[in-house]
């Protein structure tokens, strides 16, 4: 069996050689820099916006009990129903009851990370429904049977070509008018005409939130298509999936959260969609849901809470702004992660949500640049994290014994300068024996990761210091 | 069941209050106190320019007179088929003065029918700063602003708030959240970038967003 460690390391090399998908991201992410430029110019004062989003989260989540009761109390007295998920399968199995009761036939879904987390959309299938996914991206990965690729622009790997393809294949009917054609707007009005169905005959509309805001008890959800407003209009039950870290203490915190995202995000001043939703549809109303049902889902935040030191990592308002930052995520794309939540985020909150041992390996999947912490909105100490990550994971003994020696062997080496001149002495001697050898690149090449794939450089006779004592006298 | 629940509850609750036990870390910084966003000095050049930006047509009328000619040309620019109303008086009284011979469903019928062309609503608030408008559920319904390929609002300058923050202070200052099930704030017409990060107008929500808004309305 291999590791979850071994099919990144096999995924990266195949992805990062993958020439035309990167240069789809790459287009992609260069618009999106293009965007957030223009985006931030709204701002007097960018830092100071982000750290009021830090602030914001950070009251929330220190104190989220109090929050998340207030949201319960309020969506309750709007006759909304709450429900506790401690796990995944305690969120699936809530709905998927509640679809089996209710005769739900058809579900349209909207885009939602944490659904993706549970594993929501095949479990509900087991039982014979059919789910629609009806975000664009989101609908063209559902339609190639993969998960998202980013967390915000779900098929950003693809180009029209990729899209006109699989429509020809898997919409016939829809696509018959410009069967040929790869134009986006065209493709666009495909998907519009065949979702535009399941919208007016489903009977439950599935959606994630952005933010839970306590004191208005309601969900807030952002998109640009408006496929959350149809999927929460027209369907007779609406159910939203919400982690319990989304809370956020007041309505008027979104006068900075909403800019902020939409900038973070997509580059946009504002998201076209803008929605809070408390309740079922009222008396008096002409139309909405008849039930509205908040599932509120623990999954293993409670355990990233309790790690003080990380509490901030649940400060996330999944922007996706680090995935585009970091020259990791650009060279080997989203699928390599193998997880829910890729990029910078995804490798600090993977170890916790899907235990340490297993995905310590995206630790690594860093240079360390910094450059994710840098654009994070609302201030996650990202790559700190992963140090962090890295240090928790020798603590817990998750290493193997080889390396732990060949680090107490290094610390013994770095304490000494006698040593420190030895060690370089006899590297750079067995180093020039090795290649003059021919045996650069080879197994026994210990610079063979390197060397696998770029030439050594010539191996210097003299060390450092040496030269330093020979030149630095002038 | 009821009694699996509420436990699941508890013990969710119990686990935040012992996690929270040991408090994190909290970032000061030197910054947050002067103004983040640029502010704006009139709020209705600032209006126009932002729905030039975010594609909003914005049609800019002395009264009520203006607004009901105002959108009687833009119904004449609509597909043909039925449009949708919301039962509103200032909306009756402008569409009493209407000709058309279209078919005419106002919201006391019940929602929008699938095949509306354009939906007329009024709104709860307009936005300048971002150029949105914002509306409410008790009185435009959920479905009338998406349904419809173009939505007509039609509001006066008394309703026109400099930002974002005046607006929802303004939905605090009203209880909106509690006399609605849903509120909506919307920027421009429905799109998308998902592929190759194009922008596509009328993704599953109107093409068309289009705001009448009048220096006084009766």
């Not at chain 1, 076209?272 to 935040?301: A, W």
């Amino acid at each position: 069996m291999t590791t979850a460690a071994q099919e990144f390391l096999r995924a990266a090399a195949h992805e990062s050689t993958d020439l035309t998908r990167r240069k789809a991201i790459r287009h992609a992410i260069d618009q999106y820099d293009a965007a957030v430029q223009r985006g931030r110019k709204q701002f007097v004062d960018y830092e100071a916006a982000r750290q009021k989003c830090y602030e914001i989260k950070w009251e929330a989540l220190n104190h989220l009990d109090k929050y998340l009761l207030e949201f319960e109390e309020k969506v309750k007295a709007r006759g909304g129903q709450v429900f506790w998920a401690e796990t995944a399968e305690d969120a699936r199995r809530y709905i998927a009851d509640l679809a089996m009761r209710r005769g739900v036939r058809t579900v349209v879904k909207s885009k939602s990370m944490v659904t993706e987390e549970i594993h929501l959309t095949p479990a509900l299938e087991k039982l014979g429904l059919r789910v629609f996914e009806t975000d664009l991206g989101e609908f063209i990965v559902q339609l190639r049977n993969e998960p998202p690729f980013h967390i915000v622009t779900p098929a950003m790997h693809l180009t029209r070509g990729d899209i006109a393809k699989l429509f020809r294949e898997k919409l016939p009917n829809a696509m018959s008018s410009g069967a040929s054609s790869e134009d986006p707007p065209e493709l666009v009005a495909v998907a519009r005409r065949a979702l535009r169905r399941a919208f007016f005959s489903a009977e439950m509309g599935i959606t994630g939130a952005n933010f839970l805001v306590a004191d208005a008890g309601m969900i807030a959800i952002t998109t640009n298509e408006g496929n959350d407003r149809l999927g929460t209009a027209l369907p007779r039950l609406h159910v939203a999936v919400v982690g319990i870290e989304k809370v956020i203490p007041r309505l008027e915190d979104l006068a900075i959260l909403w800019p902020v995202l939409a900038t973070a995000g997509t580059g946009q001043t504002i998201t076209c969609y803008d929605s809070l939703i408390g309740g079922p549809r009222r008396d008096g109303e002409v139309d909405g849901p008849e039930e509205f049902h908040v599932v509120l889902l623990d999954n293993g935040r409670t355990d990233l809470l309790a790690d003080a030191e990380q509490r901030d990592v649940l400060h996330c308002i999944r922007c996706g702004s680090c995935l585009n930052a970091c020259p990791v995520f650009r060279a080997v794309g989203g699928h390599t992660y193998g997880t829910t939540y890729s990029g910078p985020i995804g490798s600090v909150l993977t170890p916790h949500l899907r235990g340490l041992n297993e995905f310590q390996h995206l630790s690594y999947a860093s240079s360390l640049c910094g450059a994710c912490t840098s654009v994070c909105p609302v201030k996650i100490d990202l790559h700190h994290h992963l140090l962090h990550n890295r240090r928790n994971a020798v603590r817990e003994g998750d290493r193997p014994w080889h390396e732990r020696a060949a680090f107490k062997l290094w610390r013994w080496t770095m304490n000494s300068a006698g040593r420190f001149a030895l060690a370089g002495a006899a590297g750079r001697a067995a180093l020039r024996g090795l290649y003059r050898l021919g045996l650069e690149a080879t197994a026994v090449d210990p610079l063979r990761p390197w060397t696998k794939y770029r030439t050594a450089p010539p191996i210097p006779r003299k060390s450092f210091r040496a030269m330093w004592r020979e030149n630095g006298t002038r | 069941m009821e009694r699996a629940e509420a436990l699941g509850r508890e013990r969710v609750l119990a686990r935040i209050r012992s996690a929270l036990k040991a408090p994190a870390p909290h970032h000061q910084c030197a910054s947050p106190s002067g103004p983040v966003f640029v502010p704006l000095a009139n709020a209705v050049e600032r209006f126009q320019r932002e729905c030039a930006a975010n594609s909003t047509e914005l049609i800019l009328v002395p009264d009520t007179r203006g607004a009901a000619d105002a959108l009687g040309m833009v119904l004449a620019s609509v597909t043909p088929g039925e449009i949708y109303l919301q039962d509103a008086p200032p909306l009756r009284r402008m569409l009493g003065g209407l000709k058309t011979d279209r078919a005419v469903r106002w919201s006391n019928d019940g929602p929008p029918s699938e095949s509306s062309q354009a939906a007329i609503t009024a709104v709860e608030c307009l936005v300048a700063a971002t150029g949105s408008i914002f509306i409410a559920s008790s009185a435009a319904g959920r479905g009338a602003s998406v349904v419809a390929p173009v939505h007509i609002v039609v509001a006066s300058e008394a309703q026109l708030e400099p930002d974002l923050a005046a607006a929802l202070r303004r939905v605090k200052d009203r209880e909106l959240t509690t006399h609605n099930s849903a509120l909506f704030l919307i920027t421009g017409s429905s799109r998308t970038a998902d592929i190759e990060k194009i922008l596509v107008l009328g993704a599953h929500g109107p093409r068309r967003v289009v705001v009448i808004l009048a220096r006084n309305l009766d």
